[in-house]
T-cell receptor, first 114, second 111 residues
Framework: GAGVSQTPSNKVTEKGKYVELRCDPI?????LYWYRQSLGQGPEFLIY????????DSGLPNDRFFAVRPEGSVSTLKIQRTERGDSAVYLC????????????FGPGTRLTVL | GENVEQHPSTLSVQEGDSAVIKCTYS??????FPWYKQELGKRPQLIID?????GEKKDQRIAVTLNKTAKHFSLHITETQPEDSAVYFC??????????FGAGTTVTVRA
């Protein structure tokens, strides 16, 4: 079946602009995760959804970052007033449920803030 | 929070030789340790994982060992092949969902 998909694959924006990054998890996966991966580093946890609710948003760096999952499927990561330091690959993952089940990653969105 | 250190950062091995990557973690409550492989420009993919109640797990040419006392775990790849060339990430989790990743090891298998 289809894996996790993310759109867009690349996003170039100017400092101060607003961006939205979309994640389509594997059908039936109730858990959804957002990570950020900077060049040469491992993914860094941002937020975790169980169903529609954000169960843990402790990784969001500041209040410019926000994520939603209104129907328990597709999720959108929103970044306001982008800064050059936000440039990274944003990865989405999903799993069948919390509990150490494999997290399946999407291909990521490469965000470049000029 | 959890801090995961990974060594070495780069590893070059001759085809057919073994490769070993080591990770340490800081939080003794961590109970889940997955390893991900990421080929250039592609998504991370799980290759093997281990839970804290198990000391060793093997899947064909790859194996993972866990030492809870020392808080370290290792990935072993035997009989390396060119397709094993990739970046490998270890991770640890105390709650089964928030993965804390190491910085990665770039493995190059020389033909």
């Amino acid at each position: 079946g289809a894996g996790v998909s993310q759109t867009p694959s690349n996003k170039v924006t100017e400092k101060g602009k607003y961006v939205e990054l979309r994640c389509d998890p594997i059908s039936g996966h109730t858990a959804l995760y957002w990570y950020r991966q900077s060049l040469g580093q491992g993914p860094e946890f941002l937020i975790y959804f169980q169903g529609t609710g954000a169960a843990d948003d402790s990784g969001l760096p500041n209040d410019r970052f926000f994520a939603v999952r209104p129907e328990g499927s597709v999720s959108t990561l929103k970044i306001q007033r982008t800064e050059r330091g936000d440039s990274a690959v944003y990865l989405c993952a999903s799993s069948t449920q919390q509990g150490g089940n494999e997290q399946f990653f999407g291909p990521g969105t490469r965000l470049t803030v000029l | 929070g959890e801090n995961v250190e990974q060594h070495p950062s780069t590893l070059s091995v001759q085809e057919g030789d073994s490769a070993v990557i080591k990770c340490t973690y800081s939080d003794s409550a961590s109970n889940y340790f997955p390893w991900y492989k990421q080929e250039l420009g592609k998504r991370p993919q799980l290759i093997i994982d281990i839970r804290s109640n198990v000391g060793e797990k093997k899947d064909q040419r790859i194996a993972v060992t866990l030492n809870k006392t020392a808080k370290h775990f290792s990935l072993h790849i035997t009989e390396t092949q060119p397709e094993d060339s990739a970046v490998y990430f270890c991770a640890a989790s105390i709650n089964d969902y928030k993965l804390s990743f190491g910085a990665g090891t770039t493995v190059t298998v020389r033909a």
